[in-house]
């Protein structure tokens, strides 16, 4: 079984600037979660994408979008990138529909705005 | 809204001692899951264990186990034996009415030898 993969591991971007995040599901699961981990604090929702369409988001403005291909794997988009961007950004697969929804997350993708 | 609260921001265990971590949560929500989730410097968030709140019966997974009390709202975890593997920071998260987890500040569990 293979667990869920990040790319890239780190990432340097200056304001203004686009980026994407890549992360692949664990296999077996149909459902990815983005979460925002600021330096010293708990990770935040983002949003999450189910079926190719997104299934709930938290409150992230709309330069924030993503993508979920029919793999389940997904990007995370982040335009117009700020300097309160710079965070570790985690992505967690869960399988929906069963009622076990357990989220298992990915090592991350450190990104730093300068 | 929902909420997840962990007051201490940092504890300290000696090695195969046991230790407590205390966690409260707010939620309107009938039906909703809390997990603890451990991340060590290598920032993989690794889950620890999972409650499911209609089950009375308190989680176990080998030396961690949870001590949760609904009508308080409250959800701890005890970590037998501690080990130096498990010098960590730990969450509590609650998951309920939708597919997000909610996130507590985390705690930082050192182990000293």
């Known amino acids: 079984e293979t667990g869920v993969t990040q790319s890239p591991t780190h990432l340097i971007k200056t304001r203004g600037q686009q980026v994407t995040l890549r992360c692949s599901s664990q296999s077996g699961h149909n459902t990815v979660s983005w979460y925002q981990q600021a330096l010293g604090q708990g990770p935040q929702f983002i949003f999450q994408?189910?079926?190719?369409?997104?299934?709930g988001r938290g409150n992230f403005p709309p330069r924030f979008s993503g993508l979920q291909f029919p793999n389940y794997s997904s990007e995370l988009n982040v335009n117009a990138l700020e300097l309160d961007d710079s965070a570790l950004y985690l992505c967690a697969s869960s399988f929906l529909g069963t009622g076990e929804e357990t989220q298992y997350f990915g090592p991350g993708t450190r990104l730093l705005v300068l | 809204a929902q909420t997840v609260t962990q007051s201490q921001p940092e504890m300290s265990v000696q090695e195969a001692e046991t230790v407590t971590l205390s966690c409260t949560y707010d939620t309107s929500e009938s039906d909703y899951y809390l997990f603890w989730y451990k991340q060590p410097p290598s920032r993989q968030m690794i889950l620890v264990i999972r409650?499911?709140?209609?089950?009375?019966q308190n989680a176990t997974e080998n030396r961690f186990s949870v001590n949760f009390q609904k009508a308080a709202k409250s959800f701890s975890l005890k970590i037998s034996d501690s080990q130096l593997g498990d010098a960590a920071m730990y969450f509590c998260?609650?998951?309920?009415?939708?597919?997000?987890?909610?996130f507590g500040k985390g705690t930082k569990l050192t182990v000293n030898p």
């Open positions: 998260v609650l998951q309920g009415g939708s597919e997000k987890l909610v």
């Open positions: 409650q499911e709140a209609y089950k009375q």
């Open positions: 994408y189910y079926r190719e369409e997104e299934n």
